[in-house]
């Protein structure tokens, strides 16, 4: 994965919103595993290792985002976007800080 710096991970795709941070993500269903491969345009990429039929994609983005940021599945939910690649998922408790933070110590995106 290419470096990253938290300054453009939080400009570039989180933000704060009213009931925790924003993340915008671009997921890429069908993966041989779930992983974070970085930055695609203003968003975070996901590969997900679910097929897009029935919520199992959104399921496995979901809990992979509860695991990486160590939240409950609760305090994750997409806000706009369930139906296709592109998506704004609400993290519940979180500030936008707090998110690049968690995401720089997980190594989902490099310093």
Do not use: W, Y
């Amino acid at each position: 994965m290419p470096s990253i710096s938290p300054l453009d991970v939080n400009s570039q795709i989180v933000k704060d919103g009213k009931n925790g941070a924003i993340l915008a993500i671009h997921v890429q269903p069908k993966a041989a595993r779930t992983s974070c491969i970085g930055i695609h345009g203003h968003a975070l990429k996901i590969r997900i290792a679910a097929p897009p039929i029935d919520g199992a994609a959104n399921k496995e983005l979901i809990r992979f985002l509860a695991s990486a940021l160590s939240l409950p599945t609760t305090a994750v939910h997409i806000e706009s976007g369930a139906g296709g690649r592109q998506k704004r998922v609400r993290l519940e408790g979180l500030t936008a800080a707090q998110v690049v933070a968690r995401l720089v110590r997980k190594e989902l995106v490099k310093q």
